[in-house]
């Protein structure tokens, strides 16, 4: 009975206040950092709004309760490990940025390379894109650069449903 009590206390202290739990502290801080750059002039905060299948969470980017974009996070597999990032897209679902936020191999890690991901940028809600051909290949990273490319290409058709377009 006192580790149950002890257990749950340690739990709820744990839980960090007013921050987004579903996201690790560190994933937080790298969307607010990605944020500040995307958005210079605003102070922005972005919120959960809902989740999308097993592996992806929607949120809302908005600044003085002004939405200005959606925000996805989600998981996708590499060879070994599954690594998340989160998507970018102005309110007319085109994409603004890729930001790989962990990635929990040692191999195909060059997927982070901010050059790479921004082969993705200006991509159309509902538009689709294929490794090697619309999108450059990577070497030592085949695995995680198709698993990103295509889960990309299923988060295209997602926005495009909830966007209504």
């Known amino acids: 009975m006192k580790i149950t009590i002890l257990f ?8 960090p206040a007013g921050e987004n739990i579903r996201l690790g502290k560190s994933s937080v801080k790298k969307i ?3 944020l500040a750059e995307e958005y210079p002039e605003e102070v922005v905060n972005f919120s959960f709004l809902n989740k ?10 908005s600044s003085a309760n002004k939405p200005l974009a959606h ?22 679902g ?21 050059k790479w991901l921004s082969q993705f940028e200006g991509m159309k809600a ?14 030592g990273a085949t695995w995680s650069a198709t698993s990103i490319t295509n889960d990309m290409n299923e988060i295209s058709n997602l926005i495009a449903e909830i966007l209504s377009l």
């Not at 999308?52 to 809302?60: F, H, M, P």
């Not at 929990?104 to 901010?114: L, P, V, W, Y």
């Open 52 to 61: 999308i299948q097993n592996t992806r969470d929607l949120y809302v980017v």
């Open 32 to 34: 607010n950092k990605l």
């Open 71 to 92: 925000l996805i996070v989600s998981t996708a597999k590499g060879r070994y490990d599954y690594f998340d990032y989160c998507v970018l897209f102005n309110l007319i």
């Open 8 to 15: 749950l206390i340690l739990a709820v202290w744990a839980l």
């Open 94 to 114: 085109e994409i603004q940025k890729v930001y790989v936020l962990v990635y929990r191999s040692d191999h195909g890690f060059e997927i982070m390379n901010k």
């Open 126 to 139: 509902g538009e689709t894109k294929t490794y090697s051909k619309d999108i450059d290949a990577i070497s």
